[in-house]
């Protein structure tokens, strides 16, 4: 039997979710650094709240047997820890989320994995969070991952913190170690903008301080744990904040019914209000706001609704409807702080996908401005982020997107990058504030365009882009392919990755973030080039495939070829033009493609040139056939 719920037969299941709808709800965190005692903390609340079932206490008894660090005593972390390796290890990895609840309020707690690796389940965790209760050993005192914690925390809109200083058993319950750690904790945070900061001593071991005040640290004045978390205001005002509905479906499951579902991010709207398409600026009404239970005449924060409007406006996935008198940021350059989770580092110019709660658009950080020291909050000056490092960028999009910024609301100020290729998440960002260069900078409409350039030269404007290593032939073929096609009479130009360095990009060295630019100042030019009707031949190494995907997606469909010239990394050596790979073997240059910095051949170029046993002239013949098919 559940203890919270009364064993009463006359108590219905649906009188006692009445009940619960009734009070407030707290959204907290729990984080910190490792084996600080987060698990166990939430494993005792869960008990100590007789918030357990009879069969869960006496799995946890088993379980603790097994697997338990605390003896013959009861484990309350295996509550929390439910994979095999967090068990095994004794830490956290995943986000655990739990829900519990008490007379005055009830709760949804993310327990954040304290190691570093797992910094980015942590911000998922706090992404929601009303408040944080950050775990501090009281032996250890404030570390690295506490403040790193402390920060994000600041950074995803936290302005509740509770400094639970935990094990304090271990130290007798000393008052000079926990006003120690409260004195270090404060001097750290007082920077981070928190509208409270509670410090109780704890032990979540022995649930000292946890539900009820303990009699082993007289010394102590202030609320329980428990006390803490039912009383503290967040000052949610959600529902007064500007309208805003992310379309996530556009429902159309008949001729007759035409609806945009999604969940309302913030505020309200009712039938009959006034609502703006956020891209379009298209206005129009309310009709209906349909639900799984019926019609209703209004919604509010949280609440997934289908809204129907009184006319047909051009609205799908990635837009939002709004407030028209309060409306979002549209626009396709911005700044955010990013906090990085890839082992690979974050390189300005690269293309990333940008995610937000409806859109996804190729993105580019375009400046990093610096990265934050979490120990001492100081702006460093970076050229890449690292793992768990937070900065703050600038960054612009393929296409406009809709947005507030994070302090004015989490739900659209916020969004993550995802790799191209492996699809994983390798960083998140809070949207600070639109750049004034995006609003100051319009399109202009030329009477003369693509179309009409390429019709007077009588050609396709297509980019042929020859990727391989230094040595590969490359230049070679880019130049026979040029001599076959003006011989024809098209119109060609050839970006040669050497000769664009004397000027262009004379600016850049060799690093990975200069390697990144110099392919995407190279892509631009050959856009432009192909809008001016040319038929462009592109010879750079190029080694990265993030790179020539980006390029790639800045042409039309069919408009880029990619032209591997695949020759083995033992020919180039051994042909070694210009005497490069020897200096490069012999240590004179650093960042050298092939021996200290890699290349990513294409996985399925358009074409793919064989050069060993091929002549030059033979294989420029088939690209010039290739261009002639299509």
Request: net charge negative; with cysteine.
């Amino acid at each position: 039997m559940n203890a919270g719920i009364p064993p009463d037969p006359l108590c219905s299941v649906a009188g006692y979710r009445s009940n619960q709808d009734g009070k407030s709800l707290l959204r907290f965190l729990t984080c910190g650094s490792v084996d600080d005692g987060k698990s166990t903390l939430i494993g005792r609340l869960l008990h100590d709240t007789k918030n357990l079932f009879e069969d869960q206490l006496s799995t946890l008894e088993q379980d603790s047997v097994k697997y338990g660090t605390t003896g013959d005593d009861v484990d309350f972390a295996l509550l929390v820890d439910g994979l095999d390796a967090e068990r095994e290890q004794g830490i956290t990895i995943d986000v655990a989320y739990r829900f519990f609840s008490t007379p005055k309020r009830t709760f949804i707690v993310a327990d954040a994995p304290g190691h570093e690796e797992y910094t980015r389940n942590m911000v998922t965790g706090a992404s929601t969070a009303d408040l944080a209760i950050v775990l501090v050993d009281c032996r250890q005192g404030v570390l690295q991952q506490t403040k790193r914690h402390s920060f994000i925390a600041s950074l995803l809109g936290i302005r509740h913190i509770v400094v639970a200083i935990n094990k304090m058993d271990l130290l007798q319950y000393e008052q000079a170690a926990f006003e120690g750690v409260v004195a270090d904790y404060m001097a750290f945070a007082k920077g981070l903008g928190f509208a409270t900061i509670r410090p109780i001593p704890i032990s979540a071991r022995y649930g000292a301080n946890i539900a009820t005040k303990s009699a082993d640290m007289p010394w102590y004045d202030g609320p329980s744990l428990l006390d803490h978390l039912e009383t503290v205001a967040t000052d949610s005002k959600v529902s007064e904040k500007p309208f805003r509905f992310p379309v996530q479906w556009v429902n159309r499951p008949n001729l007759d019914f035409r609806g945009f579902s999604g969940q309302v991010a913030s505020g309200t709207v009712s039938v009959g209000d006034a609502v703006t398409v956020a891209k379009s600026g298209q206005q129009t009404t309310v009709k209906r706001i349909v639900t799984y239970d019926g019609d209703q005449t209004s919604a509010f924060e949280g609440q997934a609704v289908t809204l129907v409007l009184s006319d047909e406006v051009e609205l799908s996935r990635g837009n939002l409807l709004v407030s028209p008198t309060e409306r979002p940021n549209v626009s396709d350059q911005f700044q955010a702080h990013v906090i990085w989770f890839s082992h690979e580092a974050l390189i300005p110019s690269r293309a990333y996908i940008l995610k937000t709660e409806t859109d996804s658009v190729s993105a580019t950080v375009t400046a990093l401005k610096y990265s934050i020291d979490v120990n001492t909050f100081a702006h460093q000056s970076a050229k890449t982020l690292a793992m768990n490092e937070i900065g703050l960028c600038n960054l612009s999009t393929q296409q406009p997107i809709c947005f507030d910024s994070y302090t004015e609301n989490r739900i659209t100020g916020n969004f993550i990058l995802i790799d191209r290729f492996t699809n994983a998440t390798v960083g998140a960002g809070m949207i600070i504030h639109s750049l004034h260069r995006a609003q100051n900078v319009h399109w202009q409409a030329l009477t003369i365009d693509k179309a009409a350039r390429a019709e007077q030269k009588n050609q396709r404007p297509v980019v042929l882009w020859f990727t391989g290593l230094s040595g590969s032939g490359k230049s070679t073929v880019a130049n026979l392919v040029e001599k076959l096609l003006h011989a024809k009479g098209k119109h060609t130009f050839l970006l040669d990755g050497d000769n664009v360095r004397q000027g262009l990009n004379r600016d850049l060295g060799f690093t990975a973030e200069d390697r990144v630019e110099n392919i995407r100042r190279i892509a631009e030019v050959a856009k432009l080039m192909t809008d001016a009707g040319l038929i462009v031949l592109v010879s750079f190494i190029s080694p990265f495939r993030s790179e020539r995907q980006m390029a790639r997606e800045l042409m039309p469909d069919g408009e880029f070829i990619e032209v591997f010239v695949d020759t083995p990394i033992e020919e180039c050596v051994r042909r070694d033009p210009k005497g490069l790979y020897k200096k490069a073997m012999a240590g004179q240059i650093p960042n050298f493609t092939g021996i200290s910095s890699p290349y990513e051949a294409p996985e399925n170029p358009d074409i793919r040139l064989h050069t060993l046993g091929h002549d030059p002239l033979d294989l420029a013949h088939r690209v010039e056939d290739y261009l002639n098919q299509i």
